[in-house]
T-cell receptor, first 110, second 114 residues
C-alpha cells in the first residue's frame, strides 16, 4: 500500500518568514496530492492540492510543488502569519484511498 | 452548501460495547470515507463507500464495519469496543467519480472507551 512520509514533524518560524514542509510517497500510481490544515479541536481543512500532471500550483501565500520522478511533493507558505499556526498534513491518493503523512506542527512566532 | 455533518459529536462507551457513528455528506457527494485519528497513529483510513458499495478498505480488524444508504449518508459500526479504539473518528465526503478526488471532512466524533 501507499506510504507517505512527512518532514519535519515540528517547525517554528518567525512571523513573515517562509515555511516549507516536505513529503515523499511510495506508490507510483498515486495521482492526487492534497494538503490539509488542522487547527486545535477542528476538522482537517483542504487548503491546496496538486494532480500528477502538474508540477506546481499556487494560491496566494501557499504553493505546492510535485516531483513525480523523485516521488516527493512540498508545501511552501510565504509571509507566515500567526493564523498559519496549525498541524499540516500531506496525503496521496490511490484508488480513492487517501494515505496521510504524520503531520507537521507549525508554530509562527510573533 | 451545507458541510459534512457527523453525529454524535461525543461518545463515552465501555469496553465490550458496540457503537454506531453517522455521517451526512455534502449534497451531491456520493463518496464517504472514514478515518481514525489518534495522537500516536495519526490519520488512518478505515474504508470508503461509493453508491452504497465499499470500494476500498484499510487495515483495521473486522470489528470495524460500515455501510452507506441510498441518500449517501453513511454509518460506521465498531463492535466489542477496546480501550485502543478511543479516538477521533472523521468522515470525509467527495463526488467520488472520475477524477474528483477532493475530500471534505466533517467535525468528527470523539469516542472514549473506558
Amino acid at each position: 500500500g501507499e506510504n507517505v512520509e512527512q518532514h519535519p514533524s515540528t517547525l517554528s518560524v518567525q512571523e513573515g518568514d517562509s515555511a516549507v514542509i516536505k513529503c515523499t510517497y511510495s506508490d507510483s500510481a498515486s495521482n492526487y496530492f492534497p494538503w490539509y490544515k488542522q487547527e486545535l479541536g477542528k476538522r482537517p481543512q483542504l487548503i491546496i492540492d496538486i494532480r500528477s500532471n502538474v508540477g506546481e500550483k499556487k494560491d496566494q501565500r501557499i504553493a505546492v510543488t510535485l516531483n513525480k520522478t523523485a516521488k516527493h511533493f512540498s508545501l511552501h507558505i510565504t509571509e507566515t502569519q500567526p493564523e498559519d499556526s496549525a498541524v499540516y498534513f500531506c496525503a496521496a491518493i490511490v484508488d480513492y484511498k487517501l494515505s496521510f503523512g504524520a503531520g507537521t506542527t507549525v508554530t509562527v512566532r510573533a | 452548501k451545507a458541510g459534512v455533518t457527523q453525529t454524535p459529536r461525543y461518545l463515552i462507551k465501555t469496553r465490550g460495547q458496540q457503537v454506531t457513528l453517522s455521517c451526512s455528506p455534502i449534497s451531491g457527494h456520493r463518496s464517504v470515507s472514514w478515518y481514525q485519528q489518534t495522537p500516536g497513529q495519526g490519520l488512518q483510513f478505515l474504508f470508503e463507500y461509493f453508491s452504497e458499495t465499499q470500494r476500498n478498505k484499510g487495515n483495521f480488524p473486522g470489528r470495524f464495519s460500515g455501510r452507506q444508504f441510498s441518500n449517501s449518508r453513511s454509518e460506521m459500526n465498531v463492535s466489542t469496543l477496546e480501550l485502543g479504539d478511543s479516538a477521533l473518528y472523521l468522515c470525509a465526503s467527495s463526488y467520488g467519480g472520475g477524477r474528483s478526488y477532493e475530500q471534505y471532512f466533517g467535525p468528527g466524533t470523539r469516542l472514549t472507551v473506558t
